[in-house]
């Protein structure tokens, strides 16, 4: 069991409290998973930069900034949060990646993108969105998971989100039955999972569909035909907010739609508390059908 929550803003005037609005929801899930939790955050890509959401034990964060900017002939910004941290870059995508593995191939790149940031750790949602400042997190669009392991370790590597390409998220309520089979699939076509998790599993099944053409919508109904198992799913990109569920709907999921915004989560006390919402429209998600919303 697991609990998901996510926040599609529509209206400008909310962005500022996105974060807050968002960390409210999470805590809300507590109970459903207190092994780890995690966020990812989308703010508008005003400034150019790719945002790298990092990991490293003890890392020399700024170091690593000033060695960044170095190579990259401009300055890096970095917000320090111990083992892990937020670099900012300016460039091509490929070039400023390439010199963060050239320069600390131990640490764990848990996100990047133009607009998405990615924050996720061990512990009780409350902690670490107390610790990682997300109540202090202006944007558009996030979504959260709380986690409790069924299937794989309690590790901060092992949990939600995942964001296997650039500016896409994913969170994930249920369990698959063949990700085995789908992992060696994906493995054929040059793509690997640094876990064991069921949901990287999937996370990098979808980001496959979408760099061999499909659309998100498309992408998940093949998720559909490709695995196994119960599951609700919650997908990011700059652009899109995506929710499907399996054919039987057997894990919980509620969707709160106004003129502001839409939110989802697992259960409707962790809406009740959103401005507006006692005037929303709200429904459970049916089975099989892809919900999107895009801005």
């Keep these: 069991m697991c609990g998901i929550v996510g926040l599609h803003l529509k209206t400008p005037e909310l962005h500022p409290r996105l974060g807050e609005l968002l960390a409210a929801m999470l805590d809300c899930m507590s109970s459903r998973g207190p092994d780890s939790a995690g966020v990812a955050l989308y703010r508008e890509p ?25 190579d990259l002939g401009a300055a890096v910004e970095v917000e320090n949060f111990g083992d892990a941290a937020t670099l900012a870059a300016p460039g091509e995508p490929g070039r400023v990646l390439a010199a963060l593995e050239r320069m600390a ?109 499909a659309d998100l919508s498309d992408a998940l109904r093949m998720v559909l035909k490709e695995l196994d198992g119960f599951f609700t799913l919650l997908v990011t990109t700059e652009t899109q907010f995506a929710v499907m569920r399996d054919s039987f709907a057997c894990k919980p999921a509620v969707i709160a739609e106004t003129d502001d915004y839409v939110a989802v989560a697992s259960e409707y006390h962790a809406l009740a508390d959103l401005p507006g919402v006692a005037d929303a429209t709200v429904f459970e998600p049916v089975p099989e059908e892809v919900y999107t919303w895009t801005r």
């Design 105 to 213: 191939p131990d640490i764990a790149l848990v996100g990047h993108g133009r607009a998405m940031e990615v924050v996720k750790d061990v512990g009780p949602p409350r902690d670490i969105c107390a610790h990682y400042r997300v109540g202090e997190r202006a944007g558009y669009q996030g979504i959260g998971h709380t986690r409790m392991a069924t299937e794989s370790a309690v590790t901060t590597e092992h949990s939600h989100p995942f964001a296997p390409r650039a500016d896409m998220s994913l969170v994930h309520n249920g369990s698959f039955s063949n990700p085995a089979t789908v992992r060696r699939r994906l493995e054929r076509e040059g793509i690997h999972c640094v876990t064991d998790n069921d949901t990287e599993v999937a996370a990098r099944f979808v980001a496959h569909q979408v760099d061999s053409g």
């Design 46 to 70: 005003s400034d150019g930069r790719l945002r790298l959401s990092l990991r490293g034990d003890g890392r020399d964060w700024d170091a690593l900034s000033r060695d960044l900017a170095a």
